[in-house]
């Protein structure tokens, strides 16, 4: 017998769901409502930021994430990845929950009681993942480690070194180093706090600080990857925390001049900004990297962050609600963390480098050279062959003859292969000079030239660099 209708996901974490499908549409020009996909995503999107609280809109959005996500899953960043996984793992709940007999679920136990331990699991696998990849030489040194870069970038962005009169300054090799290491030190402390129930409440704390600082790094995507976050930190959240949240976010709301009871101006007035932001982004700016973007993010999650801080004050559930226990119930449900749990573990077995919870590591497991200090006893037998490009007039390729890098066979046929023009390639495949491409309509007969497949197609890697550093790369 189908169980009783289920709880909803609780208002704070749909609207900061919705907040957070928002900046996607900001920073991912594949999200935006140029097809059909898009156009599903952006007003699943606009009806759940109208009303969070209803079941159905909860539902219809994280549906059509799940629908524009798997379409575009080839071009996801790492934290789309894990948002595509995690929704999986929601749907999959429910559907157990209400139809498979034998799940023990205890009767009072609401839906958010199971899934949030299921969320918090993926978003600790994720967060440990990233930090152990960075357990490399080249994210060790301060030349090239991606914590100096992104240390340089946010003192020119916020003019940090000038207003410090040279103190902070990004020549100071001391001032690389502490960001490496302090880097380190977050990403390593943030999911041991979470982990446990006593210390749940600093580690929160803490996370929510980190995911504000990054949304201020100027790089591509990570205002949407903070917002992101901030949603998931909720499911850490005891209920009661979580309904203290709700009754601000209601104040606040209620207080506003357009928020009457006559429902139509809201949703209209949200949906025409919106519509002019995206407008402007799609016509004038490229996505992520725009003015838009950013103030949107200050905007929405400067208070929201405040709010979220207060909220942490009320009860005492992390120690109490069995939601805050460390497995599901029933545990089998842990089964659904399993795709995540692998994706964090393919690069070290050579089968994925993207998508894989590496961001930002300077990572490199493939190739003569991989830099990981712990897992070089894992490399794999056979790993995918490396092409490197000496001269082409393909246009996903032009960038390579002087780039210095090298890409997969498996890269090779996704960029080669999504265009009928004739086109050649004359790289090095396997010691070998080779000469391929599609002449006179007709693709030369290369193992190396072939079109990708599902699953196939959802397998990434990042390009090997032929120096013995590796740069910072997404």
């Known amino acids: 017998m189908p169980r009783k209708q289920e709880e909803p996901i609780p208002k704070s974490i749909a609207l900061a769901w919705a907040f957070a499908g928002l900046l996607h549409l900001l920073t991912f020009r594949w999200a935006l409502p140029l097809s059909?996909?898009?156009?599903?995503?952006?007003?699943?999107?606009?009806?759940?930021?109208?009303?969070?609280?209803?079941?159905?809109?909860?539902?219809?959005?994280?549906?059509?994430?799940?629908?524009?996500?798997?379409?575009?899953?080839?071009?996801?960043?790492?934290?789309?990845?894990?948002?595509?996984?995690?929704?999986?793992?929601l749907a999959g709940t429910f559907l157990v929950r209400r139809w498979v007999p034998n799940a023990k679920t205890p009767a009072s136990a609401s839906f958010f009681d199971t899934i949030a331990p299921l969320v918090r699991i993926q978003y600790l696998l994720a967060f440990a993942f990233a930090a152990f990849s960075k357990l490399n030489s080249d994210f060790l040194d301060p030349e090239w480690s991606c914590a100096a870069l992104f240390a340089e970038r946010s003192l020119e962005f916020l003019q940090l070194e000038t207003l410090s009169f040279g103190i902070l300054s990004p020549d100071h090799r001391i001032f690389a180093t502490g960001a490496i290491f302090l880097a380190l030190c977050l990403e390593i402390a943030i999911p041991c706090l979470l982990l446990f129930r006593r210390t749940r409440r600093p580690g929160i704390?803490?996370?929510?600080?980190?995911?504000?600082?990054?949304?201020?790094?100027?790089?591509?995507?990570?205002?949407?990857?903070?917002?992101?976050?901030?949603?998931?930190?909720?499911?850490?959240?005891?209920?009661?925390?979580?309904?203290?949240?709700?009754?601000?976010?209601?104040?606040i709301f209620k207080s506003l001049p357009f928020a009457r009871k006559t429902t139509f101006p809201t949703p209209l007035l949200t949906a025409s900004l919106l519509a002019i932001a995206l407008f402007l982004q799609h016509r004038y700016f490229h996505p992520a990297a725009t003015p838009i973007a950013f103030l949107v993010w200050l905007t929405i999650y400067l208070p929201f962050t405040l709010l979220a801080f207060q909220a942490l004050k009320c009860g005492k559930g992390f120690t109490t609600e069995q939601a805050n226990g460390p497995l599901p119930r029933p545990w089998f449900l842990a089964i659904f963390a399993l795709p995540v749990l692998m994706l964090g573990l393919l690069p070290y077995i050579g089968l994925q480098t993207q998508g894989s919870f590496t961001m930002f590591s300077n990572l490199r497991t493939l190739g003569p050279q991989p830099n990981h200090l712990l897992a070089t006893f894992a490399r794999p037998q056979r790993e995918p062959i490396l092409i490197k490009i000496h001269s082409t007039n393909h246009p996903n390729l032009a960038s390579y003859p002087k780039s210095g890098l090298l890409l997969t066979s498996h890269e090779f046929a996704r960029k080669t292969t999504d265009t009928n023009e004739d086109y050649f390639v004359l790289c090095e495949y396997e010691g070998k000079m080779e000469l391929v491409g599609r002449f006179n309509g007709e693709l030369t007969p290369h193992p190396i030239l072939h079109e990708l497949r599902f699953p196939t197609s959802w397998i990434r890697f990042r390009d090997v660099p032929e120096a013995d550093h590796c740069p910072c790369t997404w």
């Open 205 to 251: 704390c803490l996370a929510l600080l980190f995911h504000f600082a990054m949304g201020f790094v100027p790089i591509l995507g990570i205002s949407s990857y903070s917002a992101l976050s901030f949603t998931l930190l909720l499911f850490f959240y005891p209920k009661e925390s979580l309904q203290s949240l709700e009754h601000k976010l209601d104040r």
């Open 36 to 89: 059909w996909d898009g156009i599903v995503y952006t007003a699943a999107t606009f009806i759940l930021l109208a009303k969070p609280g209803k079941p159905l809109r909860q539902a219809a959005f994280l549906l059509s994430t799940i629908l524009v996500i798997a379409w575009n899953y080839p071009a996801a960043s790492n934290h789309i990845v894990l948002e595509f996984w995690i929704i999986l793992t």
